[in-house]
Each structure stands twice: as C-alpha cells, then as structure tokens.
C-alpha cells in the first residue's frame, strides 16, 4: 500500500512534528467539534470526574437549527487530554482544533474555588490559539450552591468563564442542557467561521500549511499559478473540513471533490491525500451514521473465533441506499476504501505525516469493519506496521494495543494476539524507560486465548489444539513476566500449567529444566498458599488397576452381610460399569491403596504430604512421603480412615510436589482408569483377637485363606481325643454381639462332626463379649479312624462271600444300596468304593500311615453398627491334626458265648505304635501289647437283641431290605457294645479304639443277634442252659422237650425243626453216625406249617444213649427258601436258627 | 527458492513444519499462525466461494511473503517466500503447493499414518525440503 517513494517530498526530520498520535480515532470524528474535558483542582475525585465525564460524553450529537431554518446534526468528541501540538495540524484537518473547553473542579473554599479558577484561564491560554469558548463546571461544599452568595464564594474578576456551579451530589439536572447550549454556542462560532472562509475569494487566499510544510515554500513564488491552484485547492479542502464539522454534509462533498480535482492537478499529494481522507470520511458519515465509539466494549479474548462479525450489512446498506442517492458526490462503500488506500498512499509519501498516516490507516481499517470486509481491514492494519515513526513507548504499546482491538474485531484472534505480545513486550523492551512487567504480564495473558491457550488445564488437554511449540514459547514468556512482575505464586501456577499441559511437546531437556524452574519458583512463593485444582501430570501416576485393603494384623478384611454369605450375591451386585470394589472398608480402621507411580524426570523426586483424594463419606488420609527414581515405578501405600460409613469415592489422590500442591484426579489421567473408586465402608465392627490353647503349625499347607489369624497343629492316635480352648478376646471398643461358630473343611460332613466337635450352647454363652474382655471355648478333636484292616477277610475259618472290598467301604451310610449293585461290585477293589465313600476313605486308605487333616475354625462376629448393617467378620483358626496309626483289627470272628445272651467277638489286634500299649478290652480285662505286635482278644458282647432288629422283620413290603441291612444294624450294636480303650505307657496317651463298620457274615450274624425263634429246651423237665453240663448213664431215657415261640410280628411258614445227635471229637471231626449209639423214640424232624406271632410250637421226644462218651445234640429250626422275608436271595438254602450253644451231654 | 513450508490441520493446528534454517522456526511459527487468520477469512463462506485451492499471496511482510493453498479437506499449505526474491513467479509457487499437495497425498496414503497426528515422516520431511529449495 505505501508509495515506493517513500519521503520523497519530505523533509529533514527535524521538523515540528505531531508527536502524539490518536489511534481512538473515527473518521466521523472529522465532523466533530473537539472539546476537553479537562479534570482541574486536587480535591475532585477521579470517580466522580469519571461519573460526569461518562454523562457529558453521551451529549455526541447535538441538532441545531441554523438562520436559514435548516436543522444542522452537529457531532461533538470529548476527549480528556489534549497535546497542544497536535492543534497545529488544525489548519490540515480541522477536527484536530480543540474548539470547547470544559474543565471540572471542586472547591471548598474561596482559596480552592480561585485556584480552580486559575487553573481554567491557564487551560484557556494554552489553548487560546484554537478555543472557541469554555465553561467551568464547579462543585462547591454541600449546600453552597442554593445560595452561593450567602458563602461569599465568588469566581475571581478576571475570571471570564461562564461558571456553572453544582452540587456534585445532587443531580445536577440542567447539566445536559448547559452543555448543549455551550454546543451551540461553539457551532455558531463554527459557522460565523466557516461563513467568513467561505466569503473570501478564493483566488486571494494565502496559502495553508501542514506544520512541516512551512519550510518548503519559504522563497517561492506563491504567484505563480500553480501555487495559486494550490491554495485554491487548499482553502477548497479546508471548507469542506468546516462543513462537515458544521453539518453540511452535501457542501463538504462538493467541497471535497472539487479540492481533490484542483489538488491532483498540482500534485500537491500531502493534501490531495486529505481531500480523498475527507471525502470518505463524509460518505462514510452519510452510509455508516451509526458507527460509534462505544463498540469498544468488545474486549479480546470474550470473543470465540470468528464472531465479530457483524450480523448483517444488508439493512443498514437499505437505509443508506436513499440518502445515498439524495446527496451528490457520496462515495460507494468500494470507493470509500479506495479512496482512503489512495489517501494513505499520498500521506506515506511524507515521513512527517506519519501520524496522519497511522491514523488514516486506523480509521480505514474501522470503516472496513463497519462493511464487514475484514481482508481490507487487515490490510490497513497491516499497513500501520510499517509506518516508522519516532514515538515513544508507550504509544508504540497503544499502537499495538489498538491494532490488537481491531484485529479481534474482524476475527484475527491470532494476530490480535501476536500484537498484543508485541505490545506486551514493549513495556518491558530495552528501550523502555520505565519497564512495567505487571502491564507485560496482563497483555501476555491476554494474548494467550489468540493462543488457543485455555487456562484451565482440564479443558486445555481436552480441547488438545493450537501450535506446542508456540504455545510453550508464550508460556514461558508468560511465566517470566509473572516472575518479574512479582507474582511467583502466578509464575508456579503456569509453570505448573506448562508442565502439565505441554508435557508431551516437551523435549527432555526442557522437562528437566522446566522441572527445576517449578521448584525454584516454587520455593519464592511459599508461604503464599494458592489453591492449585488441578493435576500435575508429570508424575505420570499408574494407579494398579486394583485398589487392594491391607490384611490387618488380627482380622480378616474381608466383610460379608450374613444373609448374601455364600451366595456370591456379592459378585452380583456389582456393576460392571460401575467401579466398585468388591470388597468393603470399615469405619475408623486402617485402609490402604496401592498405587505405583513414575517419575518421568531424569532426576530424583521428592513427593511429600501425598494423600486420597476422596468424597463421599469424611475420610482422614495419612500424608505419605516418597522420594521417586527416575523412570523406576515405584509402589506406594496410602492409607487412612473412613469415619462415616456409606460409599467413599476415592477420587484421585493429591501431591506436594517440586514444591506445588497439586490434586491429581482419576478422571483427567491419560491412563484408562475409571474415574473414581467406589468403596462401601460399613459401620464399625469389634475386632477379635482369637488364640488356642494348641501350639501354632509350622505352615499351612493347601489352603488359602486371607482370614485366617492363627492356626493350631496336633498330633493325635486314632481314637485319641483332645480338648483345643479357644480364647477370643475383644480388641475393639465395640461389643461383640454376634458370633458364629463354624468347621469347614473338606471331609464329608460326618467324618468332619466326628473329628471335631464343639458345643453351640458354650459359644452363645459367650456373647455379648464386651470391649476388653475374653471368652473362651472348647474344641474337642477326635483322631477319627477305620480300626478295622481293611484287606483282610472277615474270618480265615468261613468261607465268605462279602470281600474285603466291602471292608474298605464300611462306611455306614453307603449309598445306593441296592441288591445288584452290592452284588456286583462285591469282588471289586478299594477304588471302586472309595469314589463313594468320599474323604473318609481317601483319609483311610493311607493307613496304616499317618494322615492329616486340615480344617478351618471359622467365627463370624458382628456388633455395633455394623450388625445392624448386616455386616460381619470373619476370623479364622487353622486347625492341622496329624492322625497316627494306633491299634487296627486285622481279623475278627464271633464265638457263641457259655450264654445265649451273649457270644463272644474275637478280635486279632495289632498295636501299630511304637510303644507298649495296655489294651483294656473289656470291663476290668486288660492286656499288654509290645510295640507292632499283635494279640487276640475276646471281647463278651451281648447279642444283638431283637428289639433292634424288629422293624426289620415287621417290615411288610419285601423292599430292597437285605441282609446288609442287618449286617448293619448288628455292626452298630457291636460298635456300641465293643470299646476297646487303649492307653500308650509311656506318653499317657489314650483313647478308645471303635469297630465301626464292622462286617458280619450270615453264619456270624447268627451268632450276634438273638435268635427270632423263643427256645425253651428242657430235659426231663429241667430247662437247658448253656452252661449246664448234662450227664446220665448209657441206657437211661432222657425226655427231650422243646418249644419254640415266634417272637417275630409275622408267622413263618413251613418251618421244619430238626434235632441231630453229633460227636465231636475235637479234632475238626464231626461224627453224625450216631446209630449204633442211641435210639430216639419219637421223631426227629417235625415240619411245622405255620408259626403264628406269638404261637409256641412244641416238641416232644426220648432219647437213649448206648454207650457212654460226650454227645452233642443240636436242635436247629430250617425254613425253606422265601419262607421268611429275610432271607432272600442271600441264602438260597433256606434259613437255619440253631439252638445255641449245642447242648451237650455226657453219658456214662 | 522457499525458506518455509507448513502444513496446518483442518482444525488449524500445526501437522508439519520446515524451515531451510532451523534457527528461525520460532518465527516463522509466528507469522505462519498469523497467516492463518487470513486463509480462515479468505475461506470463510460469506466472502466469495472460492474454487481454486490456490489461494494467492497471504501477507507481504518487509522480508517475506507468504502464500497459503487449500486443500478440499481443509488441509493448508502454507510457504514462506523470500520476498527479496523477485524472479520467482507466481506460477513456481502454484507447481510448488502442487508439489506439495502431491506428496502429501502420498504420505496420507501411508498406512500407518493416521489422519490428524503430526507427520513425523523423514522421507516426507526430505521431499517437502527438496521441494522448497527447489532442488526437485
């Protein structure tokens, strides 16, 4: 835009000069009058200057009527310093004369009012050249101004100036219409101005000058004609100057236009320039009226990109179209650009009327945005640039500053910024006298928007826009400024705001030291604590991606509600979109997180005072200090206490830091952490201490259990029994309201209620357990065994059908007893039984071996509010009981007994310690074992008494009963008849030996339960015990008598009573020929039909020895197959009861 | 020929930058932010609608000229000529932002490129430079 010949026609630089430019400018402010509005005297105070300035300021157009009737628009400027000088270019451009003068001052005296006074006619003088008129607002003491005379404060002689006195209080309510007249007053000067100027001929018109100008035409001949044009053409401009002020819109064109044409004649350029600047001012006046000052509300950095436009050219374009057309010579919206480029071209082409240059560019570049042309606007602010004048700094600043305003205005946030980061380093330049970093400082931060540099950091990572690398430049700079400016706790915030926004634009180095600045600044403004909300982020912090409790010392952390135990209704509360954890804290206890964090820095890092960050629930953290490797994760415990229960929300967590406070927030972390930690914190539970009276195991082995708080090992012989004390003592301030006693382990429950048995009643004798006190209880352990061997078969001497498979599963309770399957899998091995047997024969199998069995005490206790929440603890106590082999039953065999009531069990036994082992079989029979030898023992049991098996026999169905069933409820009579209690000498342990489970044999059960049928034998007359020895003489007549009662609930059938004679000869040899030895008279054998319950069947017979010896005679009922329901397939030869012991007899 | 090229994102923040001088990056970062206020209006859609991706010469500065191009994604070029330079014509810059364009279109292409990260590319870096020395 600027002429490339540039000063040219200009001269030396010494020229007077107008040194003090106005960018505020408006080119509307060409037809203003000028006034002053000057603040005189000390006692006025600026606000109230201020006050009155903003109400007169609004007095900007003021309409008179002229002597020809016609209404005049008169515009008026305040403004409120004037440089005297700049009325020198009055005669260039006449807007620049001050013509008015007001000045406002306040008086409490006659003193003070006379020094105002003074003060005005000062003002007067120094402005005498170009002033038109004054007035001089005066404020006197409150209640002076009703009667000033009365006070006797009265303006001085010489003061000439129409006073105008008010109360600065009241409302001054003429104020307004003063200042209009006094407007008035001014345009009629004006206009007696411009009447005389427009009178003069304008061939005899001297010559107007700029103010450098007057050199260039001293010696000329101001005759000649083309200086004569150039006067023409300069009175010409001059006019249309006075019209436009005095409101003649359409003379001012005509006066503009003619001007321009005479003066491009004479290439009098400087001029010219002034005509075009005149003539585009006017039109712009007559297109734009509206254009106004007060747009300056628009402030940098209010504004998004973009939006200063404004909304629409079209309406205001329509309004002007028809005054545009009434009134000739008005230039079209283009035209007026152009004009006034062209007019800026003419005024670059002197070095002198640079201001005028600067200031035609400004108001151009505000015409173009009044039209919504922003690329013509930039390019006059562009042009400002590089207009080189010799002002001082703080007008370079202003320049800027200006040029900043307007950039924003038509959109250029990021020029607009550059100049105010221009103008923001001006203030502090070199050059500056007087730096002012806290001005360098306010421009810097308000350059930061053009910047794309949001201060918050959250939305500033978010928004993640603009240019690093001179973002980091500009916050560096903006860093300084506010460390020179004095506000370190504002260079620690934008340090801190660099760090955190920049980090990844940083390269090492500058990490490092931009680090070490922080702690630097950091250190300065301690003591000035700002509240710093927001992350630092280069610590770079890796939450582990569980928030883990710590396992107290002597409590299970982990907490259940009593009615969702077990039901894993835990794992289905939870949310998967929701970050809760599974776990739940409790109300004043310990609670910890565990986070691993990295230093990013290359050097050692101090974190102090680091802390949760949580809400919900008041929770106290524990500030933790941690000094950090660089690059090397380091893990970290925070801990602290809930001290509400409800949900806690554990936010992020907050640092001290290279000496910054920082709250580093979950959610703003570039990891993928959810954004808060939700934990359930219950109501304060009691804490339980739990001990045994049992030494603590060296390990716990397979089970893994947070909960378990001690443990208790012991070594026991089956059959040996202990009594375990657990103390329990309540370590908290709460009462222990609840407590629950449980034994898990893995056996099956009833090996395990065996094994370990503890009484309900003494745990609920317990409660409540109060703060400090202890309770105890007692555990008994059971060494629960097999004693029976497992492989061996029931008796050498009997040929049996059940194998020793069926020993291994003599578990009482075995399942699926059905016929067939017992049948079939008989003959199969151990395995094969164990599957269904379970722990107990997976525990048996290793005997004779020692075993272990590990089982868990587990106490559920609540109280307090916690109770009342559902919550509970859980304590457990590890039990391991080693299990030794101590005595086993490798063979046994049942003997009838001298008595029918009972027989006689014996028992091959073999004490499997390594001590010597008093067995006590039997009440008061006692016997000695050595150590892995074995004995055999009879042991008197009394028969398996009917009673037991009656609901066997009165079974009406034929079901699935079997002999195993009676197999088994002898096997228990047995078990609860035999105790074989055994007593180890040396180490006094004892216990007692059980033969659970023992199996019997069909001839053995016999043997063991009484007999259904009722004998009653008698010989000659007296009834036959087993013991009775019976002796006669060979030849003699025994009288045999026998009945039989069914002492059953059902009658059997086709019994057959049969009665033989034997010889033993004790040598294994039965001898049954008998028919030479005696003769029976009467029958042997007698087939009874029907037994009816209850019925007695009876028998009668002789018998007669022939020779003498032992005879033995046995009377044995027989019932055929299916006759009973007891038999069943399982003795397909029918069912013998034999009268036991047989009876014998000695004949002589 | 050139002493800068930039390449801005559609959201007018910085994907490539190179200066024949290194030293001068700062400032050139400047003047080529600066410049982006004028391509914004020149695009902006009350102004006039605009075929040309060429978008002619952005500011002419004491020392430089600038001149910006367009792509249809929004993406500019933009060079720093200069401006002492007064034989080069406006047709070498309109085959340079051709050029450019090209090359730029090949470096999109590239699979592991993923649209609006900054181009870190040494071969793109190399061509861009060739490019604007002229030396292509």
Redesign the interface.
């Known amino acids: 835009m600027r002429s490339s010949v540039s000063y040219i026609l200009s001269t030396g630089p010494t020229e007077p000069n107008m040194s003090h430019p106005d960018y505020e400018q408006f080119s509307h402010d060409h037809a203003a009058l000028l006034i002053l509005l000057k603040h005189i005297g000390a006692q006025l105070k600026p606000k109230i200057f201020n006050k009155f300035y903003d109400r007169i300021s609004k007095i900007n157009e003021v309409k008179v009527t002229d002597s020809t009737g016609q209404v005049r628009n008169i515009l008026v400027r305040f403004i409120k310093e004037h440089p005297v000088e700049n009325n020198d270019w009055g005669d260039f451009q006449t807007h620049r004369r001050l013509l008015g003068l007001v000045s406002l001052g306040k008086y409490d005296s006659q003193v003070e009012l006379n020094e105002v006074c003074r003060v005005h006619e000062s003002l007067k003088v120094k402005y005498n050249a170009t002033l038109y008129d004054s007035r001089c607002i005066l404020f006197g003491p409150a209640g002076s101004i009703d009667d000033p005379e009365k006070e006797h404060f009265t303006t001085p002689s010489n003061f000439k100036t129409r006073a105008l006195f008010y109360d600065e209080l009241s409302v001054c309510a003429d104020l307004e219409q003063q200042i209009t007249e006094f407007i008035s007053a001014l345009f009629w000067v004006l206009e007696s101005k411009r009447l005389e100027r427009s009178r003069e001929k304008l061939e005899r018109v001297s010559l107007l000058y700029a103010p450098f100008e007057k050199k260039d035409f001293v010696g000329l001949d101001m005759e000649s004609r083309q200086n004569k044009k150039r006067c023409t053409g300069r009175m010409t401009k001059h006019l249309g100057d006075l019209c436009l002020q005095a409101g003649l819109i359409s003379e001012c064109l005509q006066y503009y236009t003619n001007a321009a044409d005479i003066l491009k004649s004479v290439n009098d350029w400087l001029w010219l320039g002034g005509a075009f600047e005149g003539l585009s001012a006017a039109s712009a006046l007559v297109l734009y009226p509206n254009m106004q000052r007060n747009e300056h509300f628009q402030r940098i950095g209010s504004l998004p990109?973009?939006s200063p436009?404004k909304p629409s050219m079209d309406t205001l374009q329509n309004q002007t179209v028809v005054v545009k057309k009434n009134i000739p010579n008005v230039l079209s919206p283009d035209d007026i650009a152009k004009r006034y480029r062209e007019a800026i071209i003419h005024y670059s082409k002197y070095q002198n009327a640079g201001i005028i240059e600067t200031e035609a560019s400004f108001k151009a570049a505000r015409i173009s945005v009044e039209q919504n042309h922003?690329?013509q606007a930039?390019s006059f602010l562009?042009n400002v640039v590089?207009i080189n004048l010799s002002l001082s700094e703080q007008e370079k600043i202003q320049r800027f500053e200006t040029l900043s305003d307007l950039?924003t205005q038509?959109?250029?946030?990021?020029?607009a910024a550059?100049c105010l980061r221009l103008a923001a380093t001006r203030y502090v330049s070199q050059q500056n006298p007087s730096p002012n970093w806290n001005r360098c400082y306010a421009l810097m931060l308000q350059s930061l928007s053009g910047?794309k540099l949001i201060l918050d950091p959250v939305e500033m990572i978010e928004a993640?826009?603009?240019?690093?690398?001179?973002q980091v430049?500009i916050l560096q700079d903006l860093i300084v400024a506010a460390k020179r400016a004095g506000y370190s706790a504002l260079a620690t915030r934008h340090m801190t705001f660099l760090l955190q926004t920049m980090w990844h634009n940083l390269s090492d180095t500058e990490q490092k030291e931009l680090s070490i600045q922080l702690q630097g600044l950091s250190v300065q403004c301690e003591g000035s604590p700002v509240p710093l909300v927001f992350t630092l982020r280069d610590l770079k912090p890796h939450l582990r991606p569980k928030v883990i409790e710590k396992e107290k010392e002597d409590t299970g952390p982990f907490l259940f509600t009593p009615i969702h135990f077990g039901t894993g209704s835990l794992d289905r509360r939870r949310d998967k979109t929701n970050p809760k954890m599974e776990f739940v804290w409790v109300e004043n206890e310990v609670c910890e997180v565990t986070l691993k964090l990295v230093n990013p820095l290359p050097f050692e890092l101090k974190v102090s005072n680091m802390r949760l960050l949580t809400s919900g629930v008041v929770f106290e953290s524990i500030p933790e200090t941690v000094v950090l490797a660089p690059d090397v994760p380091t893990s970290l415990t925070l801990s602290g206490w809930a001290r509400e229960s409800g949900e806690l929300e554990i936010t992020g967590y907050s640092t001290h830091a290279l000496g910054v406070k920082s709250n580093c927030r979950l959610k703003y972390m570039s990891n993928s952490f959810p954004s808060q930690y939700k934990v359930d914190v219950a109501p304060n539970l009691p804490v339980l201490q739990a001990s045994t009276s049992l030494p603590q195991s060296a390990s716990f082995s397979n089970i893994h259990d947070d909960n378990i708080v001690t443990s208790a090992s012991v070594s026991l012989y089956h059959g040996e029994t202990v009594c375990c004390t657990i103390t329990l003592t309540n370590t908290s301030q709460i009462p222990i309201e609840m407590l629950d006693v449980l034994i898990s382990s893995g056996l099956e429950p009833m090996v395990q209620d065996q094994i370990f048995q503890f009484d309900q009643e003494d745990v609920k004798i317990i409660l409540p357990l109060l703060p400090a006190q202890s309770a105890t209880f007692t555990v008994k352990i059971y060494g629960a065994a097999n004693f029976l061997a497992p492989n061996s078969a029931a008796s050498p001497t009997i040929p049996n059908e059940y194998n020793s498979g069926f020993f291994s599963s003599m578990s009482t309770s075995l399942p699926g007893t059905s016929l067939s399957r017992v049948n079939s899998s008989f003959r199969s091995s151990n395995s094969g039984h164990s599957s269904l047997a379970g722990g107990l024969t997976t525990l048996f199998q290793q005997q004779p071996g020692s075993s272990t069995v590990e089982a868990q005490l587990k106490l559920r206790y609540s109280g307090g509010g916690g109770l009342q929440a559902q919550y509970c603890r859980i304590s457990t106590v590890f039990f391991m009981v080693e299990l030794l082999p101590s005595l086993h039953v490798t063979n046994w065999d049942v003997l009838p007994a001298e008595t029918s009531t009972q027989f006689y069990l014996v028992l091959d036994i073999v004490n499997l310690t390594s001590q010597e082992m008093e067995l006590e079989y039997a009440p008061s029979k006692r016997m000695l074992v050595e150590a892995q030898e074995s004995c055999r023992v009879p042991v008197p049991i009394d028969r398996c008494p009917l009673s037991k098996l009656s609901n066997f026999y009165d079974e009406g169905d034929r079901s699935l009963r079997t002999l195993m069933d009676v197999n088994k409820i002898c096997s228990e009579h047995i078990s609860d008849q035999a105790k074989l209690k055994w007593l180890l000498n040396t180490t006094d342990a004892k216990g007692v030996a059980s033969l659970k489970g023992i199996t019997l044999s069909s001839r053995m059960l016999d043997i063991v339960r009484m007999s259904p049928l009722d004998w009653d034998v008698r010989i000659n007359g007296d009834t036959v015990t087993a013991q009775d020895d019976i002796s006669c003489e060979a030849g003699d007549s025994l009288e045999l008598q026998m009945s039989i009662g069914n002492s059953l609930g059902i009658s059997i059938k086709d019994l057959t009573l049969s009665i033989q004679f034997y010889q033993d000869y004790n040598n294994g040899t039965l001898n049954y020929r008998m028919d030479t030895r005696l003769a029976l008279s009467g029958t042997a054998k007698k087939v009874l039909p029907s037994l009816d319950p209850r019925d007695v069947a009876k028998h009668k017979c002789n018998v007669v020895f022939f020779t003498p010896g032992l005879y033995k005679m046995d009377i044995q009922c027989h019932s055929p197959d299916g006759s009973v329901h007891t038999t069943g397939q399982l003795i397909p030869m029918g069912h013998i009861w034999k009268f036991t012991p047989p009876i014998s007899i000695q004949v002589k | 020929m050139a002493v800068c090229a930039a390449i801005v994102g559609k959201d007018n923040s910085p994907k490539f930058f190179c200066c024949v001088n290194p030293d001068e990056e700062l400032n050139f970062q400047y003047k080529v932010l600066s410049s982006l206020d004028i391509i914004e209006e020149k695009l902006s859609p009350g102004i006039k609608p605009n075929t040309e991706m060429y978008l002619g010469i952005l500011y002419s500065l004491e020392n430089w000229k600038i001149y910006g191009y367009v792509t249809n994604t929004k993406i500019k070029f933009i060079i720093v000529v200069d401006s002492s330079n007064l034989t080069l014509r406006d047709n070498e810059i309109r085959s340079m932002f051709r050029k450019i364009h090209a090359e730029y279109a090949d470096m999109v292409s590239n699979p592991f490129y993923i649209p609006g990260e900054p181009i870190t590319s040494k071969t793109f870096t190399c061509s861009i430079k060739n490019i604007i020395t002229g030396t292509v």
Not at chain 1, 464 to 470: A, E, F, S, V
Request: a positive charge; proline letters at 4%.
């Open positions: 990109e973009g436009k922003a690329l930039a562009q590089y950039y038509i959109g250029f946030n990021r020029k550059f910047h993640d826009q603009g240019w690093p690398i001179l430049q």
